[in-house]
């Protein structure tokens, strides 16, 4: 059974940090694609970051520069370092796991920036 849990979402004032974590199981973590991705109200969710198996990320340019996307395979768990959040970074953030068969969804979890 595939699970991904997200934590690490919280209340931050402008400017400030987060780290989210997504703890993986059910799956081969180290061959998989993990990608970070955020819905704010009445929006369509967007990619934020993505982490090949080997190491390559990609980032949204309206995150570049600001985040950090990392993965740790002896603990099965992809980071999200989230640095100078603007509150335009308010949203619930969703951890994805791609296989070759299927995508996999975490249940999210809320980032609010306040001014």
């Known amino acids: 059974q595939v699970q991904l849990v997200e934590s690490g979402g919280g209340l931050v004032q402008a400017g400030g940090s987060l780290r989210l974590s997504c703890a993986a199981s059910?799956?081969?973590?180290?061959?998989?694609?993990m990608s970070w991705h955020r819905q704010a109200p009445g929006k369509q969710r967007e990619l934020v970051a993505d982490i090949s198996s080997r190491g390559y990320t990609n980032y949204a340019d309206s995150v570049k520069g600001r985040f950090t996307i990392s993965r740790d395979s002896d603990k099965n768990t992809v980071y999200l370092q989230m640095n100078g959040l603007k509150l335009e970074d308010t949203a619930v953030y969703y951890c994805r796991a791609t296989t070759t068969l299927y995508n996999y969804w975490g249940q999210g979890t809320q980032v609010t920036v306040s001014s």
């Open positions: 059910g799956f081969t973590f180290s061959r998989s694609a």
